[in-house]
């Protein structure tokens, strides 16, 4: 393992507070991503990132925002506005956005009490 | 609208037995279609992507694109291959995930 490091691996919130969950790589890699996974559902596309100081919305942004001010960060954080932001969150990264394959990180479990 | 289906959510075969985990996917363009798995306790890594044209651990998977489908085969299950499987397709910038398929090899 190693390369992509997610912390804290569990995190729990109370309803009402905004919190960030870190992501870092060290494989020089250019692109990152969030996915959100729910049982049944598979993964969720939040948001993802090509390059620094550039980021896009993916499938269920809402509720969500994410800074890339360094190549090997890239925070998501759960605000109040999520809904149901109860779920298993994963990040991910790859050379470039295209055909590329993708690693992941070992994720963070976000609980709202 | 770009998808994948995988049907079954849960699949048990016993040891030595053949293995089909199914995926189906709607794209409008070419596709790049992968495999990831997730082994107990382990993070989610690829497996294999159609362009390779490999096979890892005895998987192999066929792009049909007439049948818009990328199967993933292995004649002989072994009880090491227990895991979540997820097929991918990547159009573009995204890449969009199947809900997943829980293989379990019984002895």
């Known amino acids: 393992d190693g390369g992509i490091t997610q912390s804290p691996k569990y995190l729990f919130r109370k309803e009402g507070q905004n919190v960030t969950l870190s992501c870092e790589q060290n494989l020089n890699h250019d692109a990152m991503y969030w996915y959100r996974q729910d049982p049944g559902q598979g993964l969720r596309l939040i948001y993802y990132s090509q390059i620094v100081n550039d980021f896009q919305k993916g499938d269920i942004a809402e509720g969500y925002s994410v800074s890339r001010e360094k190549k090997e960060s890239f925070p998501l954080t759960v605000t109040s506005a999520q809904k149901n932001p109860t779920a298993f969150y994963l990040c991910?990264?790859?050379?470039?956005?295209?055909?590329?394959?993708?690693?992941f990180g070992p994720g963070t479990r976000l609980t709202v009490l | 609208a770009q998808r994948v289906t995988q049907p079954e959510k849960l699949l048990s075969v016993f040891k030595g037995a053949p293995v089909e985990l199914k995926c189906n996917y709607s794209y409008s363009g070419s596709p790049e279609l992968f495999w990831y798995v997730q082994y107990s306790r382990q993070r989610l890594q690829l497996l294999l992507r159609h362009i390779s044209r490999e096979s890892i651990k005895g998987f192999t998977a066929d792009l049909n694109k007439g049948e818009t489908s990328f199967h993933l085969k292995k004649p002989f299950a072994q009880e090491e291959d227990s895991a979540m499987y997820y097929c991918a397709l990547r159009g573009g910038f995204k890449t969009i995930f199947g809900a997943g398929t829980r293989l379990f090899v019984k002895a």
């Open positions: 991910a990264s790859s050379m470039g956005l295209a055909g590329d394959t993708q690693y």
